[in-house]
T-cell receptor
Framework: NAGVTQTPKFQVLKTGQSMTLQCAQD?????MSWYRQDPGMGLRLIHY???????DQGEVPNGYNVSRSTTEDFPLRLLSAAPSQTSVYFC?????????????FGPGTRLTVT | GESVGLHLPTLSVQEGDNSIINCAYS??????FIWYKQESGKGPQFIID?????DKRQGQRVTVLLNKTVKHLSLQIAATQPGDSAVYFC???????????FGQGTRLTINP
């Protein structure tokens, strides 16, 4: 299994540009999520999905859109990039089963917005 | 609101010594506490978890202690090795929850 894969690894955008961060998993996990990690801080949840066709907002959803058309893929779209979105983005996935969702993380995408 | 925080942002230990990483939490409704390890340039990796009705759980070279009275969680790493160098995060969750709440992280460095 490849686990959780993310592309690209690095990206530089200009303010106002849009782009999509890709995330895929091959473990047949129902749950997928996106986090951002800023320097010196923990991970903050952006959006998550409990299955194909179902998405919901996390702690910091503004400026980001998601969709889940398949179990495997969960892309994150930046609609109009802003410098405040400079961060490292992690995708994670897990099974939905008790007691909680033990999440597997991808390697991350480092995004810089100038 | 909910928050999970750490006492120390950095910890430096001698190779072979034991490491203790601390974490304070504020949500008494949390059912599970989880420790993640993040090596440079990688995503977080699950280490160990503990349920709120336990006060101690041991894994391979790691022990997690939970003190609900003072809302404190710690991760002990025995005989610290160079490969233990990483940032360690505590996180909390509730039974069947769809979210993890992460703390700030502690950077552990190993001195030869």
């Amino acid at each position: 299994n490849a686990g959780v894969t993310q592309t690209p690894k690095f990206q530089v955008l200009k303010t106002g540009q849009s782009m999509t961060l890709q995330c895929a998993q091959d473990m047949n996990h129902e749950y997928m999520s996106w986090y951002r990690q800023d320097p010196g801080m923990g991970l903050r949840l952006i959006h998550y999905s409990v299955g194909a066709g179902i998405t919901d907002q996390g702690e910091v959803p503004n400026g980001y859109n998601v969709s889940r058309s398949t179990t495997e893929d969960f892309p994150l779209r930046l609609l109009s990039a802003a410098p405040s979105q400079t961060s490292v983005y992690f995708c994670a996935s897990s099974y939905i089963r008790a007691p909680y969702y033990e999440q597997y993380f991808g390697p991350g995408t480092r995004l810089t917005v100038t | 609101g909910e928050s999970v925080g750490l006492h120390l942002p950095t910890l430096s230990v001698q190779e072979g010594d034991n490491s203790i990483i601390n974490c304070a939490y504020s949500n008494s409704a949390s059912d599970y506490f989880i420790w993640y390890k993040q090596e440079s340039g990688k995503g977080p990796q699950f280490i160990i978890d503990i349920r709120s009705n336990m006060d101690k759980r041991q894994g391979q070279r790691v022990t997690v202690l939970l003190n609900k009275t003072v809302k404190h969680l710690s991760l002990q790493i025995a005989a610290t090795q160079p490969g233990d160098s990483a940032v360690y995060f505590c996180a909390e969750s509730r039974e069947g929850a769809q979210k993890l709440v992460f703390g700030q992280g502690t950077r552990l460095t190993i001195n030869p």
